[in-house]
C-alpha cells in the first residue's frame, strides 16, 4: 500500500515539471515574436507582418464649391417700449381704484389713491417747525443788529477812556454769540424745509398717475388694501412700438449689422413668415453671456392681426451668403492648442495637416477662404489616430450634407 503511494507521487511530480518546462518554452517564442514587430500587439508602431506598413482607415469627403448661405434662429418675446411696474412708493390703504384690467389710460391720469390722511397732517406740522424757525431767525438777527450798533456807540467812548476794555471785550463775546444763533436758526430752516419738501413728494405720491399713455396690463391690488413702498399695483403696457430681443453668440456677432435681412415667425398668428428689421443692437457684448443684444421690430402695417406684447417669436437673421464658395463639414474642421483651425487631407495616400483660414461659419459647414483646393479630399471621421505622413485608408465617406446648396446656422 505504502509503495504504490509512492510511485503515484514520482508520477504527478514528473508530470508537473514537464508542465513547467512547456510553459517556459511558449513563452520564450512570443517574446522572440515580439522583438521581431511582425505587427503583433507589442511591436513597433507603423510595423506589420513581414515589415509592411501599417495603414490608419479614415473616411474623407470633398470640399465643395458652390452657392453657400449661412443663417441664424432664434427665440423671443415680444416687448414693448413701454412696459413698467407701478408700484406704491408711500404705505398706507388704498382708498381709490379707478383704473381696471385692460383700461386705456392716458399720461399723468391718476389710477388710485391711497390714504393721506395722516401725510397731510404731517405737513402741517412741518409748516408750522418752518414758520417757527423763521420767527426763531428773524429775532437772532435783530439781536445781533442791536449788539453791533451798541458796539460802534461805544468803540469811540475807549479812546477817550470813558469805558474800559474789558466792556468792549464782553459786548464783542454777546455779538458772537448772537452770529452763532443766526447760524443755528439758518440751518433749522434749510433742514425743515426739507423734511417738509419730502413730506409734500409723500404726499403727492399717494395719487399713482400713468407715466405715459397705454393699457392696463394687470392689476394686483383691490380698493381697501394696505399697500407698502415698493409694492406693485399695476402693470401698464405701451404696446404701440413692439420689438423682440434675441441673443447673437460672440462667433456671429460680428456679422450682424442694422440693415442684416431678418424673418419674423410668430406661432400664435400662424407662424407667417413677417419681414423685420433690427432696431438696435448693443455696443458690447454682455461679460456673462458672451453675446450681444439685438432688438428687431416688425412693420406692423404689414401684419394682419395684432401683435401683444409676450407673444413668442422665432426669428432667422441672414448672416452672410457667398455666391462661390469653398465648404467643408465642420466636422472635418479641428482646433489646435492655440484655437487656429485646421484639417487633415489626403496627398498620395498620406496624411497631410493643413491649416484653414475660415470665412462664413454655419451650424453644419463652413466656408474656406484658405488651405484648401476645390474637390481636394479631408478626412471626416478617424482623425484621432493621424500624424504628419501616416499611410491612408480611404474608406470614403457619404457626407449627406455635403449636396446641399444652402447651409444654414442656429
Not at 165 to 172: F, H, V
Not at 256 to 276: F, K
Request: aromatic share 2%; glycine share 10%; hydrophobic share 35%.
Amino acid at each position: 500500500m505504502d509503495h504504490r503511494v509512492s510511485d503515484d507521487g514520482k508520477i504527478m511530480k514528473r508530470f508537473f515539471l514537464k508542465t513547467i518546462a512547456m510553459v517556459a518554452m511558449l513563452a520564450m517564442v512570443a517574446a522572440c515574436d515580439d522583438d521581431e514587430g511582425g505587427g503583433r500587439p507589442g511591436g513597433p508602431p507603423g510595423g506589420m507582418g513581414g515589415g509592411s506598413e501599417v495603414e490608419v482607415s479614415v473616411e474623407t469627403v470633398d470640399a465643395e464649391r458652390g452657392h453657400f448661405r449661412v443663417t441664424g434662429d432664434f427665440a423671443g418675446e415680444f416687448r414693448s417700449e413701454g412696459m413698467t411696474e407701478l408700484s406704491a412708493e408711500v404705505q398706507g390703504r388704498v382708498t381709490e381704484l379707478s383704473a381696471h384690467l385692460g383700461d386705456t389710460v392716458h399720461e399723468g391720469q391718476v389710477l388710485a389713491r391711497i390714504d393721506d390722511s395722516r401725510l397731510r397732517q404731517t405737513v402741517r406740522e412741518l409748516q408750522a417747525t418752518v414758520t417757527v424757525s423763521q420767527a426763531s431767525l428773524v429775532e437772532a438777527q435783530v439781536e445781533l443788529r442791536n449788539l453791533e450798533s451798541e458796539l460802534q456807540r461805544k468803540q469811540p467812548l475807549l479812546a477817550r477812556q470813558a469805558i474800559t476794555e474789558r466792556e468792549i471785550e464782553e459786548l464783542e463775546s454777546r455779538i458772537r454769540g448772537a452770529e452763532q444763533r443766526v447760524a443755528v436758526a439758518q440751518a433749522s430752516i434749510e433742514q425743515n424745509q426739507a423734511r417738509l419738501a419730502s413730506a409734500r413728494e409723500d404726499l403727492r405720491n399717494t395719487e399713482i398717475r400713468a407715466p405715459f399713455d397705454g393699457k392696463i396690463g394687470a392689476r394686483y391690488v383691490d380698493r381697501g388694501a394696505h399697500v407698502s413702498p415698493g409694492q406693485a399695483l399695476f402693470h401698464l403696457v405701451d404696446d404701440g412700438d413692439l420689438y423682440v430681443t434675441v441673443n447673437v453668440s460672440e462667433r456671429q456677432a460680428p456679422r450682424v449689422h442694422l440693415d442684416t435681412p431678418v424673418t419674423v415667425r410668430v406661432g400664435a398668428v400662424g407662424s407667417e413668415p413677417m419681414p423685420g428689421r433690427i432696431h438696435r443692437i448693443s455696443p458690447s457684448l454682455d461679460p456673462a453671456t458672451r453675446t450681444l443684444r439685438v432688438d428687431v421690430i416688425v412693420d406692423e402695417d404689414e401684419v394682419e392681426v395684432a401683435l401683444r406684447p409676450g407673444m413668442y417669436a422665432r426669428l432667422r437673421l441672414e448672416l452672410g451668403e457667398r455666391d462661390d464658395a469653398l465648404h467643408i463639414s465642420n466636422q472635418a474642421i479641428l482646433r489646435g492648442t492655440d484655437g487656429e483651425p485646421y484639417a487633415w487631407t489626403v496627398v498620395d495616400d498620406r496624411a497631410e495637416r493643413r491649416s484653414l483660414t475660415l470665412g462664413l461659419v454655419g451650424r453644419d459647414r463652413s466656408e474656406i477662404v484658405d488651405g484648401l483646393a476645390d474637390g481636394e479630399p479631408v478626412v471626416l471621421r478617424g482623425h484621432e489616430k493621424l500624424e504628419e505622413g501616416t499611410k491612408i485608408r480611404d474608406l470614403r465617406a457619404r457626407d449627406d450634407q455635403a449636396s446641399s446648396d444652402e447651409q444654414e446656422d442656429s
